[in-house]
T-cell receptor, first 115, second 114 residues
């Protein structure tokens, strides 16, 4: 069975600085997708960024980028120029390319942004 | 706006009562997912539908839980009878249109069973 691990329960960053959130996963599959979701206090789950495992190029969405290391089964999220609005819980998620789309989530990392 | 409406947003009920959570999709989609979020277990899939048919219900805790999707725009999750351990946030999600099949979540229903 696939598992997703986020080893940092809490992280803190100064406004305008850069922070990296870690995620590792375990799978025997070669084709899959990875996602980062943001959950602010409103509890809405917001898709931040996504990565196809077959793509070597790391995904980027504005200030958000990932470092995808397939061999190491690592999928970290980098937030550049952190803003107060980035404060939230961040969840890493895995989805097999087979089947209907069940997401397997990590435990989450709570990010605080200091002004 | 992911096009997912959940109701109610908050529900407080007493143990033993029946609870029905609702999910409405603004436009019809082929696939719909129900997730539950608790402090102890995090986010976990309960069930998902494809073309209104339940495909994987292995995450449904027990027979007290049931889910239906009568059409492409509406689904319900029912708990009968409810128990305090069912207290959680319940999310409905739809699958995006692209091949990567990312999922877009509704705002969630916070259920408290006393």
């Amino acid at each position: 069975a696939q598992t997703v691990t986020q080893s940092q329960p809490e992280m803190s960053v100064q406004e305008a600085e850069t922070v990296t959130l870690s995620c590792t996963y375990d799978t025997s599959e070669s084709d899959y997708y990875l996602f980062w979701y943001k959950q602010p206090p409103s509890r809405q789950m917001i898709l931040v960024i996504r990565q196809e495992a077959y793509k070597q190029q790391n995904a980027t969405e504005n200030r958000f980028s990932v470092n995808f290391q397939k061999a190491a089964k690592s999928f970290s999220l980098k937030i550049s120029d952190s803003q107060l609005g980035d404060a939230a819980m961040y969840f890493c998620a895995y989805r097999s390319a087979r089947g209907g789309g069940k997401l397997i989530f990590g435990q989450g990392t709570e990010l605080s942004v200091k002004p | 706006d992911a096009g997912v409406i959940q109701s109610p947003r908050h529900e407080v009920t007493e143990m033993g009562q029946e609870v029905t959570l609702r999910c409405k999709l603004i436009s019809g989609h082929n696939s719909l997912f129900w997730y539950r979020q608790t402090m102890m277990r995090g986010l976990e899939l309960l069930i998902y539908f494809n073309n209104n048919v339940p495909i994987d219900d292995s995450g449904m805790p027990e027979d007290r839980f049931s889910a239906k999707m009568p059409n492409a725009s509406f689904s319900t999750l029912k708990i009968q009878p409810s128990e305090p351990r069912d207290s959680a946030v319940y999310f409905c999600a739809l699958r995006g249109p692209e091949a990567i099949y990312e999922q877009y979540f509704g705002p969630g229903t916070r259920l408290t069973v006393t």
